[in-house]
């Protein structure tokens, strides 16, 4: 199958292009290299030392015969994005170029109107090159289960059935999306489903939960072939930066009282997914949603997974709840459904544990590029529109750390 990957160089777009490589098919990937320019930004650097684009696709033709085709530039340029695909004529499209982050949309006007643009304008690009060039193609569109908010009731995938004024009908569930990023994910979703039904298109939207992990099998102990690894308060995800404080033997710092519930999933399963939607294709014409997670978690409880997982590799590290920066339900129903996938014979990675020690036996080797930039690990967005460092939580109401607390049972002992 020819797949094309937009945004090719990220987290997730290089270890699928590995995966999809692996399993035969041609690949092709686009990109401008955004995700390096935010994360400059922002002060921060990967963990892995990321090559340059040459050097990666030189690797992946060593590994992978035939390598891949590489096109550079913005798929906001409608120009440049309609000449990619009547050249390579994909079968699968693989959306993954946008701006990834609530923090980073939450900054200021500046970040909240690029955030908008790039992931729109883009998105709408796609669905016009798509109409003219590829009809026929398969779009399998990153969301996220953020657009769903944390309603009182459970999520089903994308739709559900109402009953209303003695009429039934299924439609989409309601999107209650917490950050502009967010809201654009859902904005995307809707121009998508449009599109399907107006023009006959056929597209595959995930709705994932917060992805986690470092490596695949296909990155062969090659340094070249690493993915990034990004943990700051913008571009981490909160297992990923939980372990890389870890590491570096700064305390763990969930947000708020850490009761509130996502999907997560290791950056193995992400792949396998993304393979399956992109193998198993709708009709044309059908917009269909997959809600695609592992398990569900409380924040705390995976701070106190990373924090044992860590304690095994002899990494003793304390956890401090900070006041949150955001504004968001701490304690919430959350029981969203994932049988999409499952039907397609995908089988969650439920050994969480050994996956943390995966994750922190490889971040130890890269404990130096950690700690040159740590400060970014520091969460000062907040969603009010303050930039200002976010305090330790028991500062704010009395409460002890999780180190004091320690201390005072080992005295009532």
Same mark, same amino acid.
């Given at each position: 199958?020819?797949?094309l990957?937009?945004?090719?160089?990220?987290?997730?777009?290089?270890?699928?292009?590995?995966?999809?490589?692996?399993?035969?098919?041609?690949?092709?990937?686009?990109?401008?290299?955004n995700?390096?320019?935010? !994360?400059?930004?922002?002060?921060?650097?990967?963990?892995?030392?990321?090559?340059?684009?040459?050097?990666?696709?030189?690797?992946?033709k060593?590994? @992978?015969?035939?390598?891949?085709?590489?096109?550079?530039?913005?798929?906001? #340029?409608?120009? @440049?994005?309609?000449?990619?695909?009547?050249?390579?004529?994909?079968?699968?499209?693989?959306?993954?170029?946008?701006?990834?982050?609530?923090?980073?949309?939450?900054?200021?006007?500046e970040?909240?109107?690029s955030?908008?643009k790039?992931?729109?304008?883009?998105?709408?690009?796609?669905?016009?090159?798509?109409?003219?060039?590829?009809?026929?193609?398969?779009?399998?569109?990153?969301?996220?289960?953020?657009?769903?908010? *944390?309603?009182?009731?459970? !999520?089903?995938?994308?739709?559900f059935e109402?009953?209303?004024?003695?009429?039934?009908?299924e439609?989409?569930?309601?999107?209650?999306?917490?950050?502009?990023?967010?809201?654009?994910?859902?904005?995307?979703?809707?121009?998508?489903?449009?599109?399907?039904?107006?023009?006959?298109?056929?597209?595959? #939207?995930?709705?994932?939960?917060?992805?986690?992990?470092? *490596?695949?099998?296909?990155?062969?102990?090659?340094?070249?072939?690493?993915?990034?690894?990004? @943990?700051?308060?913008?571009?981490?995800?909160? !297992?990923?930066?939980?372990?890389?404080?870890?590491v570096?033997?700064?305390?763990?710092?969930?947000?708020?009282?850490?009761?509130?519930?996502?999907g997560?999933?290791?950056?193995?399963?992400?792949?396998?997914?993304?393979?399956l939607?992109?193998?198993n294709?709708?009709?044309?014409?059908?917009?269909?949603? @997959?809600?695609?997670?592992?398990?569900?978690?409380?924040?705390?409880?995976?701070? =106190?997974?990373?924090?044992?997982?860590a304690?095994?590799?002899?990494?003793?590290? #304390?956890?401090?709840?900070?006041?949150?920066?955001?504004? =968001? #339900?701490?304690?919430?129903?959350y029981?969203?459904?994932?049988?999409?996938?499952?039907?397609?014979?995908?089988?969650?990675?439920?050994? !969480?544990?050994?996956?943390?020690?995966?994750?922190?036996?490889?971040?130890?080797?890269?404990?130096?590029?950690?700690?040159?930039?740590?400060?970014?690990?520091?969460?000062?967005?907040?969603w009010?529109?303050?930039?200002?460092?976010?305090?330790?939580?028991?500062?704010? =109401?009395?409460?002890?750390?999780?180190? =004091? *607390?320690?201390?005072?049972?080992?005295?009532?002992?």
């Amino acid at each position: 199958m020819r797949v094309l990957i937009l945004g090719v160089d990220g987290y997730l777009g290089w270890p699928l292009t590995l995966g999809l490589k692996a399993a035969g098919h041609h690949v092709g990937g686009v990109d401008c290299y955004n995700r390096r320019k935010w !994360i400059r930004e922002i002060g921060g650097q990967s963990a892995t030392p990321i090559k340059s684009m040459p050097e990666r696709l030189d690797a992946l033709k060593e590994h @992978f015969p035939g390598g891949a085709q590489f096109f550079e530039g913005d798929v906001t #340029d409608y120009k @440049f994005l309609a000449g990619v695909l009547e050249i390579f004529q994909p079968e699968a499209i693989v959306h993954l170029a946008e701006m990834p982050s609530a923090p980073y949309s939450m900054i200021d006007v500046e970040h909240c109107v690029s955030t908008h643009k790039n992931n729109l304008i883009g998105t709408l690009n796609l669905l016009f090159s798509m109409r003219d060039h590829c009809p026929k193609a398969h779009l399998v569109k990153l969301g996220t289960m953020g657009e769903y908010g *944390t309603p009182n009731i459970p !999520i089903p995938e994308g739709f559900f059935e109402v009953e209303y004024r003695g009429k039934r009908a299924e439609l989409p569930f309601p999107r209650q999306a917490s950050s502009w990023y967010h809201q654009t994910k859902v904005h995307d979703s809707n121009n998508i489903m449009m599109a399907c039904r107006m023009w006959g298109l056929r597209c595959t #939207d995930i709705m994932q939960g917060v992805v986690y992990g470092i *490596t695949t099998d296909e990155m062969r102990d090659d340094e070249r072939l690493l993915t990034r690894f990004d @943990f700051d308060q913008c571009f981490g995800t909160a !297992i990923n930066r939980f372990c890389a404080q870890a590491v570096i033997g700064s305390p763990l710092s969930p947000y708020g009282g850490g009761g509130q519930k996502r999907g997560f999933l290791p950056l193995c399963d992400s792949m396998t997914c993304l393979t399956l939607s992109v193998e198993n294709p709708p009709a044309l014409g059908e917009y269909r949603v @997959f809600n695609q997670f592992a398990q569900v978690y409380k924040i705390q409880e995976l701070a =106190e997974k990373v924090q044992s997982a860590a304690a095994d590799l002899g990494l003793m590290v #304390d956890i401090i709840n900070l006041e949150n920066p955001r504004v =968001e #339900d701490e304690s919430h129903l959350y029981q969203p459904d994932h049988q999409g996938l499952l039907d397609l014979g995908y089988v969650p990675t439920l050994d !969480i544990k050994a996956q943390l020690t995966g994750v922190l036996s490889e971040l130890i080797k890269h404990r130096q590029r950690i700690s040159e930039v740590e400060q970014v690990l520091e969460p000062s967005i907040r969603w009010e529109g303050d930039i200002t460092p976010c305090q330790p939580k028991d500062e704010q =109401e009395g409460l002890t750390s999780d180190s =004091e *607390t320690k201390a005072l049972l080992s005295k009532a002992m």
